[in-house]
């Protein structure tokens, strides 16, 4: 397993890496035991909580137009309209995830996760973001790996 080098670039890598070889063994699974969306939530800990609180500065920043959200995997999400940029979106991501106020939605008896809500606690938990459950792993890689970018380019 090895030490760190960079923690915080390390550890964006290896929770990225984590979510990766789930998938490639999700198959193993019946899919009552398919924890995927448990991982990802428990893995946004390391990939929107610790770089907002160790590499604030490499948050990226890029307005949330029509074109990068689509290029982000995100099509059919829900973001409120007040949020206008990523670091916008990432820090108010890191306190719903950081006080757990998070909800899912299902849309069929067999309670499926087809929405994963997050809140945002400054405005009585009113709707922060709706992520399509097909919609968030994308968006997570894609900024993971712009995240990774800014801290590998300029400095850390």
Request: hydrophobic share 35%.
């Amino acid at each position: 397993m090895g030490n760190y080098k960079r923690i915080e670039f390390d550890f964006i890598n290896r929770t990225l890496a984590l979510i990766s070889q789930y998938e490639n063994n999700l198959h193993k699974y019946p899919y009552e035991e398919q924890y995927n969306y448990t991982l990802l939530i428990n893995c946004l800990l390391g990939l929107i909580v610790m770089p907002k609180e160790k590499v604030i500065s490499h948050i990226p920043n890029g307005r949330l137009t029509k074109e990068l959200l689509q290029e982000m995997g995100l099509e059919e999400s829900q973001i409120n309209p007040d949020i206008i940029d990523l670091r916008d979106l990432i820090m108010k991501l890191r306190h719903s995830v950081a006080h757990f106020d998070i909800r899912v939605k299902s849309y069929d008896d067999c309670d499926r996760i087809d929405e994963i809500i997050f809140l945002d606690q400054e405005k009585n938990t009113s709707e922060m973001i709706r992520f399509r459950s097909t919609e968030l792993l994308p968006f997570i890689r894609y900024y993971a790996s712009w995240l990774q970018h800014n801290i590998q380019n300029y400095g850390q």
